[in-house]
């Protein structure tokens, strides 16, 4: 899950963690890039914001 809100992103990781899902939060595209192409393996989806600095939330995806 990334987003520069981090209220959105606790209340995120929160509502996420109670349905037993494992969370994992970046701050902004560029490190939810990161983050993902080092542990695509245990990654099933990507939440992403649309509008982050660094790099949108399409940005990633390309």
Avoid: F, K, W
């Avoid at 963690?17 to 902004?28: D, Q």
Wanted: hydrophobic share 40%.
């Amino acid at each position: 899950m990334a987003t520069m809100h981090t209220r959105r992103l606790s209340t995120g990781r929160e509502v996420l963690e109670g349905l037993n899902y494992i969370v994992i939060t970046a701050s902004n595209g560029a490190d939810a890039l990161q983050i993902y192409e080092t542990r695509m393996n245990d990654i099933a989806l990507l939440i992403l914001d649309v509008v982050m600095p660094e790099m949108g939330g399409s940005n990633p995806c390309n």
